[in-house]
C-alpha cells in the first residue's frame, strides 16, 4: 500500500520559516520525481516545486529563491523549506510522487501565514 504523509504545516507569521516533509512508503522511493503543489482557497492545485530522481530541481516563480526542495532516499523523504513565507503562500499543501504512469498524493498539510 502507497502512502505519502505529509506533516509540518501550521500557522506562521509574514516572514516566517516553515519545513514541510513528506514521508513515503510503499513505493521505490529513489525512482520517482517529487512534487509539491499547492491549493489556495479558491483556487486551483498548482506546481510550486519538483525534483527529479536524478536531483535535478524546478520551481515555480512565486516561490524561487524563497523555498527548496530536496529528498533523501535512504530515508524516503521528500522535504520543503518555506523561508519568507508571505500571506498569499497560504494553502493547503501536498506531496506528490511520479515514476512513469504512477502518480501518488499526500492528503496535504495546511499552512497558514498570518499575523
Known amino acids: 500500500q502507497v502512502q505519502l504523509v505529509e506533516s509540518g504545516g501550521g500557522l506562521v507569521q509574514p516572514g516566517g520559516s516553515l519545513r514541510l516533509s513528506c514521508a513515503a512508503s510503499g513505493i521505490s522511493f529513489s525512482v520517482y520525481d517529487m512534487a509539491w503543489y499547492r491549493q489556495a482557497p479558491g483556487k486551483d492545485r498548482e506546481l510550486i516545486a519538483s525534483?527529479?530522481?536524478?536531483?535535478?530541481?524546478n520551481y515555480a516563480d512565486s516561490v524561487k529563491g524563497r523555498f527548496t526542495i530536496s529528498k533523501d532516499n535512504a530515508l524516503n523523504t521528500e522535504t520543503l523549506q518555506m523561508n519568507s513565507l508571505q500571506p498569499e503562500d497560504t494553502a493547503d499543501y501536498y506531496c506528490?510522487?511520479?515514476?512513469?504512469?504512477?502518480?501518488?498524493w499526500g492528503q496535504g498539510t495546511r499552512v497558514t501565514v498570518s499575523s
Open positions: 506528490n510522487a511520479q515514476f512513469l504512469t504512477r502518480i501518488y
Open positions: 525534483i527529479t530522481s536524478g536531483g535535478h530541481t
